[in-house]
């Protein structure tokens, strides 16, 4: 109702004495709900019947607001309405100007919202009521339609004389008397109080953890005005926005509307001005006091002090009493991915398993510790922070701060041998090393008797070959190093270990 209407559920044309005895006997009822048993109301009820799809803002105490109104007894009998007077209610809320039932009962309603207010009598008016409008004791029903200029909205609006510049008009420009005619375009809208605003558009499944202050994130985003217009967006550069949340590196709105958010999560974050580029804005495209819209798609993050994630998928059924550790030398097939399903690289494209022997730095730091302590036919799922593998810089096909999601299934496991050695012995070699080498005695020893030779060792299990690698390329190495006079055949004097070679520094490899 208009202030200047009638009394139905504003306090201003009430008598003092009124005023003072609704006060006393609202102390005197308290506030509290409807009792179990049907019995008064000792609370407004509210029943929100039509709510906008999108409300970006709820009301507010102190908040100004217009509205549209029927008010009814509970036999239905219409006692006021703004509407069969053509005139809504314009008023601030919150501040008692309003009858404290229809106070309470606008907080938190939208624009174009629509609900049903059912006020106790001592949330209205009381044992005294209107005479001649409102009897006593009497429970008010209202309902209400909050109204209001959305942004992007358009309207024309026409000024009278009086409420414009009137009878003197204003210099050459406005003659006096002049009705004023203003098409008006509402861009956006805020209070200084507003806080952001968070709407999550897709949340995905399982999500386990959410981004705090400390974190770096790489997003998308696209950037709007309240009307619409679209000032930034990251997708047209093709790449992620990348930075550190809650440490002041971007807007504040930006950075308060990031945290808790999942890894391929999309949300929608409103920021008032104060908190993103306040009165001045930035640039020639947005403007100062501007709100702004993101739409943020949230690809990756993680903390710089972050491990690999290890979650097993599956394990053999047969019992694994060995798993693999460094220097082993381990087949597996993989899938890697970003964290929002972009495929990177698969082993079954290439129709052949990974090779890689732990800990040689084959492959990145966090695969390979992934790797580690599997059994043969275990799958795993390892998610790999970027300073464990790429890192800001990226890789061909990777880009830079890229979070990794491996698949890896172990298929086989051979014990390793040290760095630099192409074949070690399980026990202590031979006291006549060269004498068991040389098969037929003649004092030399060529490819063909080396190899059998070698070969006889790894069958019987006294040692074993650098595993990885076409054995007879290995042994084909070995040969090599030891013939050092590259005549075709190893002699006594050609032939060392590599414990001799080290203490001589002549030779790295047996």
């Given amino acids: 109702m208009s202030p200047t209407g009638p009394p139905s559920h504003t306090l201003r044309r009430l008598p003092l004495l009124q005023l003072l005895l609704l006060l006393v006997q609202a102390v005197g009822r308290g506030l509290g709900r409807a009792s179990p048993a049907g019995g008064p109301l000792e609370d407004v009820v509210i029943e929100r019947y039509h709510i906008p ?54 907080m938190g309603m939208c624009v174009n919202e629509r609900r049903r207010l059912i006020v106790p009598p001592h949330l209205g008016y009381g044992s005294i009521g209107v005479a001649g409008l409102i009897p006593p004791d009497a429970t008010l029903y209202f309902d209400v339609g909050l109204l209001s200029m959305c942004p992007g909205e358009r309207r024309k609006v026409i000024i009278p004389p009086f409420l414009a510049y009137g009878e003197k008009g204003y210099g050459t420009v406005i003659p006096p008397q002049a009705s004023l005619v203003f098409h008006v375009l509402l861009i956006d809208v805020h209070n200084p109080k507003d806080t952001v605003q968070l709407e999550t558009l897709e949340l995905p499944p399982g999500c386990v953890r959410r981004a705090v202050a400390g974190d770096f994130m790489r997003y998308h985003y ?42 391929g999560e999309r949300r929608r974050i409103t920021i008032p001005p104060h908190l993103a580029y306040g009165e ?71 129709g052949n398993p990974q090779e890689a022997t732990l800990g040689a730095n084959k492959v990145i730091t966090g695969l390979d510790t992934g790797l580690q302590g599997m059994c043969v036919g275990e799958r795993r799922q390892l998610v790999v922070p970027p300073h464990l593998a790429h890192g800001e810089s990226g890789a061909r096909g990777v880009p830079g701060s890229a979070v990794l999601l491996f698949e890896v299934e172990l298929l086989s496991r051979e014990e390793g041998i040290p760095e630099g050695y192409l074949f070690v012995w399980h026990e202590d070699p031979p006291a006549n090393l060269f004498e068991d080498m040389d098969l037929n005695k003649d004092g030399e020893v060529p490819p063909e008797e080396f190899s059998t030779f070698i070969k006889a060792q790894v069958k019987e299990g006294k040692g074993r070959l650098m595993p990885g690698q076409d054995p007879e390329k290995t042994i084909g190495d070995m040969f090599q190093n030891q013939d050092r006079n590259q005549d075709g055949k190893v002699t006594a004097e050609e032939l060392k270990l590599k414990s001799d070679e080290d203490r001589e520094r002549v030779h790295e490899e047996l």
């Fill in 53 to 106: 799809r999108a409300c970006p803002r709820e009301v507010q105490m102190g908040d100004f607001v217009r509205y549209h109104y029927n008010g009814t007894f509970e036999d239905g009998k219409k006692f006021d309405s703004s509407y069969d007077r053509s005139t809504l209610v314009a008023i601030v809320v919150g501040v008692g100007r309003l009858i404290t039932g229809m106070d309470r009962g606008l």
């Fill in 222 to 263: 696209n950037g709007s005005l309240m009307d619409g217009t679209r000032f930034d967006s990251s997708y047209s550069r093709n790449h992620t926005y990348n930075t550190y949340i809650g440490q002041g590196y971007i807007i504040s709105g930006m950075d308060q509307g990031l945290q808790g958010a999942c890894m």
């Fill in 280 to 350: 001045n804005g930035t640039g020639d495209k947005i403007p100062g006091s501007a709100v702004l819209i993101f739409d943020v798609h949230v690809i990756d993050f993680h903390n710089p002090a972050d491990l690999v994630e290890i979650k097993t998928l599956s394990r053999p059924p047969e019992t694994c009493n060995e798993t693999s550790k460094l220097g082993d030398f381990v087949r597996y097939h993989y899938n890697c991915s970003l964290m929002d399903g972009t495929k990177l690289f698969s082993s079954h494209n290439y």
